[in-house]
Structure formats: structure tokens, C-alpha cells
């Protein structure tokens, strides 16, 4: 099995740099905020919230990614969690997620984000588009506006 298909069926879509900047750029992140970036990956967001001058919670499940991102990132200010998103407690302060989460848990990550409890101030997420309409249509809480923003190709992975 090739790695790349290996790494889709597990629901990993690693962005290319440009796409990255350009979405955390349209994110309008500034200077301070913490954020946190779920399903980090290799941190091709991590580092161009870095670059926006973000606090960074990067969290992923993956060991050998979670190590990548700690070395790539010791000598910013990122911290690194080693999770299952779908187990992972939100922080206690606000924050704002901007993220390319893993699809297989777009619906449950939703949900949990929007639970009364979360502390979450925005959220820029990369998500498929029938998760965008599907999500839309039914807005979970009536303090959020979900609205579809720039249009991903393909290849941004």
C-alpha cells in the first residue's frame, strides 16, 4: 500500500506551504492569539500562525508527527499535544482553531467545539464541502455563523 493512499484512508490531507499561508492568512489571525490547530500534521499551519505571531497549541495523534512538530517548533511558541482529537479537552481559556482536521471526525469535532462548555472565540476550518453544507444547514447553536469561505482544489494536498 503506497503512502499516500495509506495516509488518506487515515484521513490525513497534508496541506502544501501555499494553500497554508493563504488560510491562515484569510483566517485574519493576530499577534497573541492562541490557537489551536488540530490534526497538525507535519505544521504547515503551525508555522504560518507562528509567522502571525499566534500562540500555538498544534495537536495531533500521530507520535511520529507529534516528535516532527516539537523539533520543528522547539524554539517558538508552540506547544505540542499528543491526542485523539475526539478525546481532547478543550483549553480552559479562550481560543480560536484555524485547522485542516482529519474528515472522518468533521461532525463529532463540530459538535464538540460548539458544546456550551467550549471556551472557542472563531474557527477557520478545512473542511469537504458536503460537511460545509451539511453543517450550515443545520447550525447546532444560534451564537455561531457558519459560512463557506475560500474554495480548496485538490491539490492543496
Known sequence: ??????RRQRGWYPLT???AARIVAES??????FVVDLGAGHGALTAHLVAAGARVLAVELHPG???HLRSRFAEEDVRVAEADLLAF???????????S???QVTSALIRSL???ESRLLAADLVLQRGAVHKHAKRAPVRHWTLRAGITLPRSAS
Open 1 to 6: 500500500m503506497s503512502g499516500q493512499r495509506s
Open 17 to 19: 506551504d501555499d494553500w
Open 28 to 33: 485574519g489571525v493576530r499577534s497573541g492569539e
Open 65 to 67: 508527527r507529534a516528535r
Open 89 to 99: 479537552r478543550w483549553p480552559r481559556r479562550p481560543f480560536r482553531v484555524v485547522a
Open 101 to 103: 482536521p482529519p474528515y
Open 114 to 116: 460548539l458544546t456550551p
